[in-house]
């Protein structure tokens, strides 16, 4: 049973050494001889010569992108700043003395009354009168008001 | 694909320093490796040709960023794969330019007119039944087959694990072997895997 598994597996191997043979031999001899025109490096070579010239140095051209990028972050965020103080400038046409004395609220002293003890005592008795439970707003009550009547 | 490694390291070197005539030999050395493989791969001379030239604009473009310290072959071909596929997007077809070569081929030194048409026909049917493969299989043969790459090699020109390049192989072999089997012109001559 082994041994005719191995000769399954060989013959299986043996297919696809074959195969795959046969698919090295078909593209070789399609494409084996193939050779570029004699021209294209020319043409490779002019197109180059267009480019610019590649910055080779990954590490420097790193190097000199970096000042750039802040240098630009530097310029918008002073752009920005610039502006909002102009914007801010423009609603405060005042010096700054004179708009911090215009602008700040000013509330008048006012004296409080002299209280006597006749108005202590008239403000006590409304403060009681405040709290005394109005009876008649009392729903049982109420209804025993009504019981009477009828 | 075993290459001296520190000549491509030292003609690298000397491209970075502007040397063009090192830029010239490193594309003399692999010119036709990726000139087959993108005429394997394509079947058209004027898409191969094409394919070559914006493979050594883009490779001196970049090679400021390329790891100099292995085979290039490798890299190259991962951008002659790109272009290929960019190419075969353009053009969804197989073109028959291919019969070209053929006929130049078998225009050599053969043996007998009868060994002539049966290899011709045996290689047409070969490939066409490549042909009929999808890109990413297509692809995948001509690397390991044509070209000799290892499956580790393919799965970085293909930027996939090894296990899927293994996959590809796999199927593409699977789907080949079904194709010629069924072929009428191969039957009996050939019984590859019918086992």
């Not at chain 1, 570029?36 to 480019?51: F, G, Q, S």
């Not at chain 2, 390329?66 to 794969?81: G, Q």
């Not at chain 2, 960019?86 to 078998?106: F, G, M």
Request: hydrophobic share 40%; charged share 25%; aromatic share 8%.
């Amino acid at each position: 049973m082994e041994r005719l598994s191995t000769k399954q597996s060989r013959s299986t191997i043996s297919a696809e050494d074959e195969l795959g043979e046969l698919i090295r031999w078909s593209l070789e001899e399609t494409v084996g001889e193939a050779e570029p025109p004699a021209d294209v490096w020319h043409k490779i070579l002019a197109r180059i010569k267009e480019m610019d010239a590649p910055a080779f140095s990954p590490r420097r051209r790193r190097r000199a992108a970096l000042p750039l990028a802040s240098f630009v972050q530097a310029v918008v965020i002073s752009v920005l700043l610039l502006a909002f103080g102009l914007e801010v400038n423009r609603n405060m046409p005042l010096s700054q003395k004179a708009y911090h004395a215009s602008a700040t609220p000013t509330i008048p002293r006012v004296s409080a009354p002299v209280e006597s003890d006749q108005d202590m005592l008239r403000g006590y008795m409304l403060l009681q009168k405040g709290k005394e439970p109005l009876h008649h707003s009392h729903r049982g009550e109420r209804i025993v008001e009504i019981q009477k009547f009828w | 694909m075993h290459e001296p490694i520190n000549e491509d390291a030292e003609l690298v070197a000397r491209i970075r320093c502007g040397d063009l005539d090192a830029f010239e030999a490193l594309y003399h050395k692999y010119k036709r490796p990726l000139y087959q493989t993108a005429l394997a791969i394509t079947g058209d001379q004027d898409a191969a040709e094409e394919i070559l030239q914006d493979c050594f604009v883009r490779a001196y473009a970049a090679l400021g960023r390329v790891d100099a310290s292995t085979s290039l072959s490798p890299w190259l071909h991962r951008i002659v794969i790109n272009l290929s596929a960019n190419w075969v997007n353009r053009n969804r077809q197989w073109p028959s330019a291919l019969d070209e070569w053929i006929d130049r081929l078998i225009a050599g030194p053969i043996a007998s007119p009868e060994h002539v048409v049966e290899a011709l026909e045996l290689r047409q049917i070969v490939r066409e039944a490549i042909a009929t493969l999808g890109f990413t299989q297509r692809a995948t043969i001509v690397l390991f087959y044509l070209q000799g790459f290892s499956l580790s090699e393919i799965a970085y020109i293909f930027d996939c694990p090894v296990g899927t390049v293994k996959s590809r192989l796999h199927y593409a072999c699977k789907a080949l072997r079904k194709r010629l089997r069924e072929d009428r012109r191969l039957a009996g001559e050939l019984a590859y895997g019918t086992s």
